[in-house]
């Protein structure tokens, strides 16, 4: 028998185009979490109340539910690139509005919601049409190489972000986070700028009804996508303890804005250290696996965290959630990514973008409003107990996410599943 290829982890980083694209995810993740650190951590300066840590998942959550699938079907329309540039202009300028009214004292939190708003109608933009992209830009045999690369840097930009918004809260105030997502923007819509994707594959489809209906009727009808879209969904609603760290750094924890910023970035550490794992060894061939070993290991450490009292402990189960949600994360987009044909990359990325993202908002908005019914610790805890009864429930309704094998995806994918 023939000797298998050698595995390259540097095979996506040899290409000029794929440092590029990755230059600009790591700005625009950096910065991107910066911001959402910041605007956490000003919400709860100014209202002292969980209950609006809630609020702030419920603003994002709006947009997003309306506009997904839309903005899906215009990624698969446009040119991404162009779309991409578009979005980040428009939250750069959020961000301008942000930084002027904190550096002349005139943040409210009507101010700062519908800020959020006009960010996350942005997001709903660019996240597709930068996902979809990354196929036009690396060469189809390091392609899955380069989605675990690209969420390795994304990991790596996770850490960045909260530990420099903890960092310039606790020297600057929260002007210094805003200033920094100014400069991180900017970086990112020049490295946009400087990109040259490849035309999308097949037919340019349109933005209609129509378009947005094969999409779903494409997702839906996909065992294995919809499962792994479903476990995000529940997972993260039912772990959201990132909406609480601002009130576990202040009222449980007591370590101010550098421990929040530290708490922060604890989950992104652990994420980078398992995204770096996932790149240096071979491809996992069964991703169904790792993905349900990955949301159980997240339910666990959110119990974990929830009941910790001590911030080294604390610090040590966020990063074991990070880690989880990472290698979660990598399984996902590579399956997700791998079963859908390229023109269909930007409504099957909305879609997943929908059940997380609107994951994400419900999570905030679930754990705010029980920290404020009950406590902070009762919601975390009893979340991660919810995110493992949700990941039976979804093993028991998807059996086929447990046996499947990435060349079953590729086949399905290249004949136009």
């Known amino acids: 028998m023939p000797d298998s290829p050698r595995h390259d982890p540097m095979a996506a980083l040899r290409q000029p185009p794929f440092l590029v694209y990755t230059v600009g995810r790591f700005a625009s993740g950096a910065g991107s979490n910066m911001l959402q650190a910041a605007l956490a951590w000003e919400v709860y300066e100014i209202s002292h109340d969980p209950f609006a840590l809630g609020v702030m998942g419920l ?44 550096m002349t004292h005139h943040s409210s939190l009507l101010l700062i919601y519908a800020v959020i708003v006009l960010i996350a109608l942005a997001s709903e933009f660019e996240h597709p049409a930068r996902l979809s992209m990354l196929a036009s830009i690396v060469r189809p045999e390091t392609f899955q190489n380069a989605i675990t690369v690209s969420q390795t840097f994304g990991a790596l930009a996770s850490i960045s972000g909260p530990a420099l918004a903890g960092l310039g809260i606790a020297t600057v ?52 996508l919809m499962a792994c879209m479903s476990l995000d969904l529940v997972a993260v609603i039912f772990g959201g303890a990132e909406a609480l760290l601002p ?63 001590s911030l080294p402990l604390s610090v040590a189960a966020y990063a074991m959630v990070g880690m989880s949600d990472q290698v979660s994360n990598v399984m996902r987009s590579t399956t997700e990514n791998i079963a859908t044909p390229d023109a269909l990359r930007g409504r099957m990325n909305s879609v997943s973008s929908l059940f997380s993202g609107t994951s994400n908002q419900l999570g905030a908005v679930e754990s705010g409003f029980v920290a404020a019914a009950m406590t902070p610790t009762f919601a975390v805890v009893t979340g991660g107990i919810g ?7 979804v093993h028991l309704l998807a059996p086929h996410l447990w046996r499947y094998r990435i060349e079953d995806l590729e086949a399905e994918a290249a004949g136009g599943a």
């Open 59 to 102: 603003v994002r959550f709006v947009p997003q539910l309306l506009l997904a699938l839309f903005a899906g079907a215009v990624a698969d329309a446009v040119d991404r690139r162009g779309l991409v540039i578009a979005s980040q202009i428009a939250t750069l300028l959020c961000a301008a509005v942000l930084l002027f009214a904190s």
């Open 173 to 224: 105030g929260v002007a210094g986070a805003y200033g920094g997502f100014v400069a991180l923007q900017i970086a990112s819509i020049v490295s946009s700028v400087l990109l040259r994707p490849r035309d999308v594959e097949g037919e340019r489809g349109e933005v209609s009804l129509g378009a947005i209906k094969e999409g779903l009727r494409f997702v839906l009808g996909h065992e294995v």
């Open 247 to 309: 009130v576990y750094a202040t009222d449980v924890l007591h370590v101010g804005g550098i421990g929040y910023g530290i708490l922060a970035a604890s989950m992104n550490a652990g994420g980078l250290l398992a995204a770096v794992g996932l790149v240096a060894f071979p491809q996992i061939q069964r991703p169904g696996r790792a993905l349900i070993a990955a949301v159980a290991g997240f339910g666990l450490a959110t119990i974990w965290f929830g009941l910790s009292r």
């Open 387 to 393: 995110c493992l009864i949700a990941l039976g429930l």
